[in-house]
Nanobody, 111 residues
Framework: QVQLVESGGGLVQPGGSLRLSCAASGFIFSIYTMRWYRQAPGKQREWVASITSDSRTNYLDSVKGRFTISRDNAKNTVYLQMVSLKPEDTAVYYC?????WGQGTQVAVSS
């Protein structure tokens, strides 16, 4: 069964950091591009970052320099390191592979 399970969300103050994890199972993780998306309240889901099978990365302009996507193929896990968090980063963050989605993890940035 193909599955993506996110973790690591929480409440953090502006300027703080979080690291999200997405544990994958049921498929050959290393050959797929993995993505992070987010959906803020009342807004459409938006793409945040991607990492290819050979670890090339791409980012939404508004998170460049603050977010880092990485992967550990030995652990079948993709990460999203987020620093210098802003209130506008508040959203549910989702891990994605093609049409497969995780359940999401909530990130709230507030003082």
């Amino acid at each position: 069964q193909v599955q993506l399970v996110e973790s690591g969300g929480g409440l953090v103050q502006p300027g703080g950091s979080l690291r999200l994890s997405c544990a994958a199972s049921g498929f050959i993780f290393s050959i797929y591009t993995m993505r992070w998306y987010r959906q803020a309240p009342g807004k459409q889901r938006e793409w945040v970052a991607s990492i290819t099978s050979d670890s090339r990365t791409n980012y939404l302009d508004s998170v460049k320099g603050r977010f880092t996507i990485s992967r550990d193929n030995a652990k079948n896990t993709v990460y999203l390191q987020m620093v210098s968090l802003k209130p506008e980063d508040t959203a549910v963050y989702y891990c994605n592979r093609d049409v497969i989605w995780g359940q999401g993890t909530q990130v709230a940035v507030s003082s």
